[in-house]
């Protein structure tokens, strides 16, 4: 993230200025059929949710998912914060800018270095305790609102936890036998996360402007809340771009790079972007799951074998970020063991050679 580029005041701006315009992929590029896809929708109550949401991972990369636990009081809370952070004064938002080498803080898209074109959008990091930058936005009150992330963190927390297994109980794997760094309770508790507070501002031209560019996440998992406001789309093979609309209370959960690597490619990684709306903003909160700094991600041993060997090297999450930063969307190219045997395909690179608009 350059630090000299300039944070704008997207409100003040009535034109789409150059530096934000984007050459998409004409819509009619894609079959007529991908109005007809749609994202799978679980219900996590269901006594086949395993079997559910390995289909979905298998087949998709992503879903939805209802009756997950959370409580709904707090997307309204959650969502009030970062409504309440996004609409600060710029000068005010930068007392909290993440610093050139820094992860947590306000600032643009991490991945806006690998485009030479700017995404209209803005966003805010969460590693640990908000504090100290809350503290900065917001001097008198600050403590409300970081008590919020501290609950929204919880929660995910342990949905991620039980996603986790419900994911991997579906190629067979159980955490409390196969996993040791699932720990003692098999609940992931050790597991290491960031927020990610993300703000798409109403643009008088969205059809040239782009929220968020395509990408896959370096995650296990990506739980992510929006608000009412379209905006994520995903890629489907062989389709196109898929619209993710907004369920009330629903939670999308996405496949992240680590989880394509300890699947062995079983879960492709989702290629995803965010667009924007002309009258509407747009919120989304994402919460980024991956293991803890020591543990290192490979191939389960029991998804490996003669005819399916192990596909990726072992890699700790920050590791694999270093790359991610090197190679952005082939980084996984760069931590293969092997090329697939035929008739075995990776999917997500395959996905990550197509046009991506």
């Not at 209209?120 to 970081?146: A, D, K």
């Amino acid at each position: 993230m350059p630090s000299i580029r300039p944070h704008p005041d997207f409100t003040s701006l009535r034109e789409l200025p150059d530096s934000y315009a984007w050459n998409h992929q004409p819509d009619s590029d894609y079959p007529s059929s991908a109005d007809a896809e749609s994202v799978p929708i679980i219900d996590l109550t269901d006594p086949n949710a395993v079997q559910a949401i390995g289909h979905a991972c298998k087949t998709w990369g992503v879903f939805q998912v209802i009756n997950h636990g959370v409580p709904t009081h707090l997307f309204d809370m959650v969502e009030s914060t970062s409504r309440d952070l996004f609409s600060l004064p710029v000068n005010q938002k930068l007392k909290a800018a993440r610093s050139p080498d820094g992860i947590s803080g306000y600032g643009f898209a991490r991945i806006s270095s690998f485009f030479s074109k700017l995404m209209w959008s803005e966003g805010f990091t969460i590693v640990g305790s908000p504090q100290e930058h809350f503290r900065q936005l917001w001097p008198h009150n600050y403590i409300n609102h970081c008590d919020v992330i501290k609950e929204y963190k919880q929660e995910m927390k342990k949905l991620a936890g039980r996603l986790m297994c419900l994911m991997l109980g579906s190629l067979g794997i159980t955490a409390e036998q196969d996993i040791k760094w699932a720990g003692p309770k098999a609940d992931f508790n050790e597991a290491s996360a960031a927020l990610q507070l993300n703000y798409y501002p109403a643009c008088p031209d969205p059809d040239r402007a782009m929220g968020l560019a395509a990408h896959t996440d370096s995650t296990l998992l990506t739980i992510l809340y929006q608000n009412n406001t379209s905006g994520l789309q995903v890629l489907r093979e062989g389709v196109g771009w898929i619209k993710v609309p907004p369920i009330p209370d629903a939670l999308v959960i996405n496949i992240g790079d680590l989880m394509h690597i300890l699947s062995n490619a079983s879960f492709p990684s989702v290629l995803h972007r965010a667009m924007v709306n002309r009258t509407c903003h747009r919120l989304s909160i994402a919460y980024l799951y991956g293991p803890s700094s020591s543990v290192k991600i490979s191939p389960h041993p029991k998804l490996v074998g003669p005819s399916q060997p192990p596909l990726y090297r072992p890699v700790t999450w920050n590791e694999y970020l270093d790359t991610k930063a090197k190679h952005f969307n082939k980084a996984l190219s760069w931590v293969r063991a092997c090329v697939p045997l035929k008739g075995m395909v990776d999917v997500n690179e395959h996905n990550n050679s197509l046009k991506v608009g």
